[in-house]
């Protein structure tokens, strides 16, 4: 439905990263703020209200996979900071953190006051549009296993595909005659990836380690709300309509491999992987007419909502 749409808005960004990040001590580094996993920007979940209340099933779901047990669910335990550990007794191992991310957002306002008629006028149109085909693959080996020391965290694989679209439209119109087609809220908000993750790790840590760990995510989100209202001495026509349409769709598949994750001491925690394929819509829509004549066709609410998910989790672990 949304793919004939002419006017397309298409933002990508590629950030590969190698720093520590999440659990590994605070960060300014731009794959953080790029990395989408579940769709969502994980500093503004944690930083910007707003926008965690306009994502905050995907926030919640990336927090957690972030944070683990760090993260309790309030606001306020989403400005996390993780301590640094620079004991040299300790080896990191390897370190791969990888992000596709898309990232639109738009803010429209539109106020119109008239002693007359109000026609064609004040109306807000938003189109989003987002296509990925890139893929991430990463592969490690040996992480901390051949040093003498204690505690090893083995290998760590930190790898995300997202796509994040938010819109929020807000109309008025005042006239003291009539008003048609004016104070209309239009969003089209198009998703597509087919992009994979991959990820390969072996040998991470064999003495008293963390072992292998591996966080893909491909996440899709989306967030419309629109917001009109109308206030005639006339009649009204055609006006204060909000229309939201959200397609997301998703073909990218999610593959891991793990062997030999601190397999040689009762300490050992063994390989660790977490995978998720989510998606999330969420679309708001409030419309209020006053007129002193005719109301037709005006103050509808119409929200078109499809996805599509065709990708799989894989993971083998030995």
């Given at each position: 439905m949304l793919k004939s749409i002419d006017t397309k808005l298409s933002a990508v960004l590629v950030v590969a990263v190698f720093a520590v990040m999440m659990i590994f001590g605070p960060t300014s580094s731009n794959f953080q703020k790029a990395f989408a996993h579940y769709g969502v920007d994980i500093d503004q979940c944690k930083d910007d209200e707003d926008y965690y209340d306009d994502h905050e099933n995907a926030c919640d779901k990336n927090l957690q996979a972030h944070y683990g047990e760090d993260y309790n669910g309030d606001f306020g335990s989403k400005n996390i900071n993780s301590n640094n550990n620079d004991d040299d007794d300790d080896d990191d191992g390897n370190r791969s953190n990888q992000g596709?991310?898309?990232?639109?957002?738009?803010?429209?306002?539109?106020?119109?006051?008239?002693?007359?008629?109000?026609?064609?006028?004040?109306?807000?149109?938003?189109?989003q549009n987002q296509e990925n085909s890139g893929n991430n693959a990463a592969g490690q080996q040996g992480g901390g296993d051949d040093d003498d020391d204690d505690d090893d965290d083995g290998n760590r694989?930190?790898?995300g595909i997202g796509q994040s679209q938010s819109s929020r439209q807000n109309s008025q119109c005042v006239s003291g005659g009539d008003t048609n087609d004016s104070c209309n809220n239009l969003s089209f908000q198009n998703q597509e990836n087919s992009g994979n993750n991959a990820a390969g790790q072996q040998g991470g840590g064999d003495d008293d380690d963390d072992g292998n760990r591996s966080?893909?995510?491909?996440?899709?989100?989306?967030?419309?709300?629109?917001?009109?209202?109308?206030?005639?001495?006339?009649?009204?026509?055609?006006?204060?309509?909000?229309?939201?349409?959200?397609?997301?769709?998703?073909?990218?598949?999610?593959?891991?491999?793990?062997q030999g994750g601190g397999d040689d001491d009762d300490d050992g925690n063994g390989n660790r992987s977490n995978q998720g394929i989510g998606q999330n819509q969420d679309s708001k829509q409030n419309a209020q007419c006053v007129s002193g004549e005719d109301a037709i066709v005006s103050c509808d609410n119409v929200s078109f909502?499809?996805?599509?998910?065709?990708?799989?989790?894989?993971?083998?672990?030995?």
């Open positions: 596709i991310g898309q990232s639109q957002s738009s803010r429209q306002n539109s106020q119109c006051v008239s002693g007359g008629d109000t026609n064609d006028s004040c109306n807000n149109l938003s189109f694989s930190n790898q966080n893909q995510g491909i996440g899709q989100s989306q967030s419309s709300r629109q917001n009109s209202q109308c206030v005639a001495g006339g009649s009204l026509g055609n006006s204060c309509n909000n229309l939201s349409f959200q397609n997301q769709e998703n073909s990218g598949n999610n593959a891991a491999g793990q909502q499809n996805q599509v998910n065709s990708g799989n989790n894989a993971l083998a672990q030995d």
